[in-house]
């Protein structure tokens, strides 16, 4: 089983066009098709969006009955599944589910010969499964239950999904990562510990061989003070994509053509810009651009990596974005985490001496 790469994301939502309006309207995907999800199940509609090689799959309900209708009652609007491209998704899914994959969905295929689509479905980690898709023609339609438009969302600013941040609930970390390589081949690449504060977290990166496919699964220590990640199992009920990297290019055109959109992007205080230069050198990017764009930056031995988060506007303040612009960096920005702690404190402590 050769992983190709992540054919699509599929989000379940309260309601697809609102939902697809505002992706479109802040990011700049593009509307190309809609009609009854990724498999032709009555009791939903979906909105299919593309920029680039990054295609989301919006479906909403229409029947209480419909896995859509419960996955928001759970969760809210999230990711519910990963679309995962291989040369052959009837073996990718025999081989999986002989490893022990919990099955969800047996392989059909579907549509003309010359455009063959086969799906396959497994459990990944919490409500969210993994879909095997190999596709007899990449250009033909996504599938024969969407009606597409023609348009192809090709020439935007965000290339391809860098990688999904997966919150887990305390002492699942490291059976989700032996999991996801002892059945789905993937590698752990990376692992630390992060302290900041009073709160602590552990996380694990496995990735597939060409890294097509990018998990980042973190765990609070809830010896510590409660934090974010805390939160989030607590708000999403159980294990589930926090967020999802975008790669871009130019973060910098990337930030600003977003953000005149209305995009909200967290801040960042201006002491951590002015330990920037002691911590990394130069990074490719004058730093007063970086401050004035709120955007983060990191060094790992491979080269820079920025990144900017959006803030979240889901109701239970789970989902949310990333933008990432990789010139070299292999890793996370783990290191922003401490620094912008750190740069809390000296502002906290600056503005307490101004009070006095």
Not at 38 to 52: D, I, K
Request: hydrophobic fraction near 40%; aromatic fraction near 8%; proline fraction near 4%.
């Amino acid at each position: 089983m050769e992983i190709r790469s992540i054919d699509h994301v599929e989000l379940f939502v309260e309601d697809a066009q609102d939902t697809a309006g505002r992706l479109c309207d802040s990011f700049g995907f593009v509307r190309v098709g809609r009609g009854a999800g990724s498999t032709g199940l009555r009791g939903c509609e979906s909105v299919l969006l593309r920029q680039n090689d990054i295609a989301l799959l919006l479906t909403t309900a229409t029947d209480a009955d419909h896995r859509a209708a419960e996955y928001v009652k759970q969760h809210g609007d999230g990711v519910a599944v990963i679309g995962i491209g291989v040369d052959d998704a009837r073996a990718a899914y025999a081989e999986v589910v002989r490893r022990g994959a919990v099955p969800v969905a047996a392989p059909e295929e579907f549509g003309p010969a010359g455009a063959r689509v086969v799906f396959a479905s497994v459990a990944g980690f919490g409500d969210v499964e993994h879909r095997f898709v190999s596709r007899e023609d990449p250009g033909a339609p996504f599938a024969p239950f969407i009606e597409e438009t023609g348009a192809h969302g090709s020439g935007g600013m965000l290339k391809r999904v860098d990688h999904f941040a997966v919150c887990v609930p305390a002492g699942e970390l490291d059976g989700t990562v032996r999991r996801y390589q002892e059945v789905f081949g993937l590698s752990q690449t990376f692992e630390e510990r992060i302290v900041v504060g009073s709160q602590a977290m552990d996380s694990k990166v496995v990735q597939s061989d060409r890294g097509a496919v990018t998990f980042t699964v973190i765990e609070p220590d809830t010896t510590r003070a409660p934090g974010q990640i805390d939160a989030f199992v607590a708000s999403h009920g159980g294990a589930g994509v926090q967020h999802v990297a975008f790669l871009t290019d130019d973060i910098t055109a990337a930030v600003r053509t977003c953000t005149g959109r209305g995009v909200r992007f967290l801040t960042t205080p201006p002491s951590y810009y002015e330990m920037l230069p002691g911590r990394l050198g130069p990074v490719g990017v004058p730093v007063e651009e970086l401050s004035a764009l709120n955007i983060l930056a990191d060094r790992d031995p491979s080269g820079i990596m920025l990144q900017i988060f959006t803030e979240s506007t889901h109701p239970r303040r789970t989902l949310f974005w990333e933008l990432i612009d990789r010139r070299g960096a292999q890793t996370f920005g783990s290191n922003n985490i401490q620094a912008l702690y750190e740069a809390v404190e000296r502002q906290q402590a600056a503005e307490a001496a101004d009070q006095e």
